[in-house]
DNA sequence: TTAACTTAAACAAACGTTTAATTAAAAAAA
DNA sequence: TTTTTTTAATTAAACGTTTGTTTAAGTTAA
């Protein structure tokens, strides 16, 4: 991929992310990235091609996760757990616009293609997932939990916290149009959350 | 508010937690709702007065769940965690179409004052929430947590149901047209994993 | 008789996409 | 190396739709 296609998907990621596909014309990509109009068709066909070309670019960071959890199997499942909240919080935050896109924009989205795409890497999330918890249920240090749900409470936290970003601006105090300032402070904050939770969540000695 | 007027909000409600604000056109509704295109003018002013008009028309539903709240102070810290999550699950999935327009459609709102007033409402909930936690933190019932990502947690998962629909129906193998079917599985088994998870969250005897 | 409601038609603006002409770059031939 | 040919990149302009909104004439109910 050139540079300059590249350099106009980035574009579009941006504009999606803050106006939402619809709200976003093709007028304001080629504006904003500073090419002619009619390039954006010469490149990526049509609008909604651009936006498979996207998750394309982009789903590169969701098949990096599934990889690197699979390496040092060797770890207990208490530091696959710390792991596995290290490396979805800091890949999401890190791609946080593309992964605003996939939150709103999947659920309006019309091509069925698309949907079962992305759906199916959720799966395969839920099922990597799936098997850390299992495991740990195995060696018994792990206790029965709500699997489906313990999965979408770490995905759901996370998510809450990039889409309200207005609200967590507020409550912690930090300004506005600090983009970075909020993703420094909130990284940390999140895994030390999270870390606590599930311990008390999974903990096979807190059971009642 | 007369019927027809309610009629075409909730007809616009669908269509927006479908297709989003932009994906939805004023003749998509006129149509749907059976009446003519110039009546959405006519009663409302424009299609974003209209969407305020909805926001007004539910943010009662908001409102409900917080004067519920405030009702029986009496209760232990544990029991007002239970019916606060009991409150917001029934709430939020008997309303997720309205829900879904919230979260999907805010963070790309151009209107500085729809934002606002929406973060106000979410504040208030908020400072609700710490009012119980902090409350069973002092009688030492609960431990310290991070109040800000508590809250988030609980939130989120909610919103993770109700917007991830798709991975879940398939998850859970329930029939995708079944619309209903899932709310009825959902609203126990989401209310079961929160009050779990927050037990063993917040129980002071978990701590480490 | 007055006010509220309803309609079909029209409006200008914005939309995604295509066209046809031009320039720049790469490949082939001299 | 220079010249010619071919391919790729870029452009301004225009295309036909669809968009949100308004108009002006009509109907119904108070």
Request: proline share 1%.
């Amino acid at each position: 991929m050139t540079d300059k296609r590249i350099h106009i998907l980035e574009v579009a990621e941006r504009l999606f992310s803050e106006k939402g596909f619809d709200g976003t014309s093709v007028r304001d990509i080629a504006g904003q990235a500073g090419v002619n109009l009619a390039m954006i068709s010469y490149y990526f066909g049509s609008k909604e091609k651009l936006m498979a070309a996207l998750i394309d670019h982009r789903s590169g960071y969701t098949r990096g996760i599934l990889e690197e959890l699979n390496k040092d199997e060797l770890l207990s499942p208490w530091d696959k757990i710390d792991k596995l909240i290290d490396l979805y919080v800091d890949k999401i935050l890190n791609n946080y616009k593309f992964h605003c896109i996939m939150t709103q924009h999947l659920p309006t989205v019309q091509s069925d293609e698309i949907r079962e795409t992305i759906t199916e890497i959720k799966v395969l999330n839920f099922e990597q997932v799936k098997k850390i918890i299992t495991e740990g249920q195995r060696k018994k240090v792990f206790r029965k939990v709500d699997m489906e749900l313990t999965v979408g409470t770490v995905m759901g936290t996370i998510t809450q916290v990039t889409l309200s970003k207005n609200l967590y601006q507020r409550l912690l105090n930090i300004d506005k149009n600090d983009e970075e300032g909020y993703r420094k402070k909130m990284i940390p904050k999140i895994k030390n959350h999270l870390k606590q939770l599930l311990k008390a969540h999974l903990d096979i000695n807190n059971q009642e």
